[in-house]
């Protein structure tokens, strides 16, 4: 049985082709024997970059953060905002205390404290709605605006009817007496002007005074402004102060008797607004 074909060693230890008969000129290529990969060597600056000291960082700011973590450039800073110097409710408050002073002048200066207030009161709106500002100069300076106006419309009614008033005592003057006597001889028949109330010795009541600030504030269009409470309280703060009791009478008549009488309407004007501590704050 011959050897079937295929490579085989020919003795000369490499592999001959074998045609199932005899040998052939075919030999199989020489096989280079594998050499293992040698390891790679790492260099010192290799093993410095790979094995470096882990150095925690130390920056605060949020770009530092995010330049340390980039994984932190969509998420929302966590540092506190600093709160802003609330100027505009500062000039707001400023302009309010302006205004309300002015509005205890006469008419023609009152008119000016009333555009302050009213500046203020818009300045005070936007300094509420202006976001990392302090919000107490500006709810300070609203209600200062608020009071301040109230202030301003009853004293500009007082003044206002005074002054009318006065200007139509100087037109109409005293009636003249249809005698011959000399015009400085004293005469017994009273003038038509207006004549300040005698004090009756009797300080006026609580509730007297109480029911005439009633119809001075009805008549000045505050009416609905002060509660129960509040008036009371003015009443009773008019009772306890250094009024004289002709003009405390005066003023528990209500408005008609106020406006004809400059001195009252003075004290009227003094003790009100001295009242707002007390009363309606």
């Known amino acids: 049985m011959s050897t079937p074909a295929g490579w085989y060693d020919d003795g000369s230890g490499r592999q001959r082709w074998w045609d199932g008969t005899q040998w052939t000129e075919h030999f199989a290529p020489e096989?280079?024997?594998?050499?293992?990969?040698?390891?790679?060597?790492?260099?010192?600056?290799?093993?410095?970059?790979?094995?470096?000291?882990?150095?925690?960082?130390?920056?605060?700011?949020?770009?530092?953060?995010?330049?340390?973590?980039?994984?932190?450039?969509?998420?929302?800073?966590?540092?506190?905002?600093?709160?802003?110097t609330p100027l505009v409710g500062f000039i707001a408050l400023g302009l309010a205390v302006v205004g309300t002073i002015l509005a205890f002048f006469p008419p023609l200066v009152s008119i000016f404290g009333f555009f302050l207030l009213f500046v203020a009161f818009v300045m005070s709106i936007v300094g509420l709605f202006l976001k990392g500002n302090a919000k107490w100069p500006s709810i300070a300076g609203l209600s200062l605006s608020v009071v301040g106006t109230i202030i301003g419309i009853v004293m500009?009614?007082?003044?206002?009817?005074?002054?009318?008033?006065?200007?139509?005592?100087?037109?109409?003057?005293?009636?003249?007496?249809?005698?011959?006597?000399?015009?400085?001889?004293?005469?017994?028949?009273?003038?038509?002007?207006?004549?300040?109330?005698?004090?009756?010795?009797?300080?006026?009541?609580?509730?007297?005074?109480?029911?005439?600030?009633?119809?001075?504030?009805?008549?000045?269009?505050?009416?609905?402004?002060?509660?129960?409470?509040?008036?009371?309280?003015?009443?009773?703060?008019?009772?306890?102060?250094?009024?004289?009791?002709?003009?405390?009478?005066?003023?528990?008549?209500?408005?008609?008797?106020?406006?004809?009488?400059i001195e009252a309407a003075t004290e009227f004007t003094e003790k009100f607004a001295n009242s707002f501590e007390t009363c309606l704050f």
């Open 31 to 84: 096989q280079q024997p594998a050499v293992p990969a040698a390891p790679e060597q790492s260099t010192p600056d290799a093993q410095t970059e790979q094995y470096a000291p882990y150095t925690p960082p130390t920056a605060q700011s949020p770009a530092a953060q995010t330049a340390v973590y980039p994984g932190l450039a969509g998420m929302p800073s966590t540092t506190p905002a600093e709160k802003k």
């Open 156 to 261: 500009f009614v007082i003044f206002t009817v005074g002054a009318v008033q006065q200007l139509s005592d100087s037109t109409t003057g005293p009636t003249s007496s249809s005698s011959d006597a000399p015009s400085d001889a004293p005469s017994d028949t009273p003038s038509d002007g207006p004549t300040d109330a005698a004090p009756s010795g009797d300080r006026p009541s609580v509730a007297e005074v109480e029911e005439g600030l009633a119809a001075i504030l009805e008549d000045s269009g505050a009416g609905d402004t002060y509660s129960q409470e509040q008036l009371t309280c003015t009443a009773q703060f008019f009772v306890d102060s250094d009024i004289p009791d002709d003009k405390l009478a005066i003023i528990a008549e209500g408005p008609d008797a106020l406006y004809s009488d």
